[in-house]
């Protein structure tokens, strides 16, 4: 019997489903370690901050009255921005003032600015092809942030010519999920789906190539000082 398209693009969506639960479990070494030290040293709470709205636009854009049938898309985020809320909870109880209010404010101003979003969007739209739009440029411009965030550390990666500090199953985990949310969107076609993890596809890739290319590091004596790198999903 020949599976119908719909029926494999939702097993393809089961399956992305669990590759973003790899990316969004991540950062639990990273908030083991702070818990262990009682101090967050140098990590930022910024790439939760921005899973956390990322997680928030999709939940969003998978509601029936703005995308129908996504339930997939919104059961993942649901997740992710559960866990990224107890990221920022350890971040902030561990962190010193400065970044409590920082914190504070951003989750604050993303509130704002999503309450906006659903205000303009379903007061202003009327149809699920409006919104869908509005939405998904929306999600597609946080999701590709999120895919981009190692970009720091791909450049210290080139500049110190070693790969050392870039993951190799988190890169793999992120060429991963793009290619299989990028091949659910395709299925039945959703340019805003494809686009984000699309780019986070090549994104990821590039991360590969960069693990494969500077896999040998310098002498031990020309060694660069290790760099902690903050993931986010």
Not at 48 to 54: C, F, P, R
Request: proline share 6%; net charge positive; aromatic share 14%.
């Amino acid at each position: 019997m020949v599976m119908r398209a719909d029926n494999i693009r939702f097993v393809v969506g089961i399956i992305g489903n669990v590759l973003s639960f790899v990316l969004f479990a991540s950062p639990v070494p990273t908030f083991y370690r702070i818990i262990k030290n009682k101090s967050v040293e140098e990590f930022h709470p910024y790439p939760y901050l921005a899973s956390t709205m990322n997680c928030m636009m999709w939940i969003f854009y998978g509601m029936p009255f703005v995308h129908p049938h996504s339930v997939l898309v919104v059961t993942i985020n649901s997740i992710g921005l559960f866990m990224q809320l107890c990221y920022i909870s350890i971040f902030f109880f561990y962190t010193g003032k400065r970044y409590r209010l920082q914190i504070v404010s951003i989750l604050f101003g993303e509130i704002v600015g999503l309450a906006a979003a659903v205000a303009g969007t379903m007061l202003g739209l009327h149809t699920y092809a409006s919104r869908t739009t509005v939405v998904g440029i929306l999600a597609t411009a946080f999701g590709i942030c999120m895919y981009g965030s190692p970009l720091t550390i791909m450049y210290k990666v080139i500049k110190t010519k070693s790969a050392e500090f870039l993951p190799k199953t988190l890169s793999i985990a992120c060429f991963l999920n793009g290619i299989c949310w990028a091949g659910y969107a395709l299925l039945k076609f959703d340019p805003y789906i494809l686009t984000g993890n699309g780019v986070g596809a090549l994104l990821a890739l590039v991360q590969l190539a960069l693990i494969v290319i500077y896999r040998n590091p310098p002498p031990k004596d020309e060694k660069p000082s290790k760099v902690e790198l903050q993931n986010v999903v």
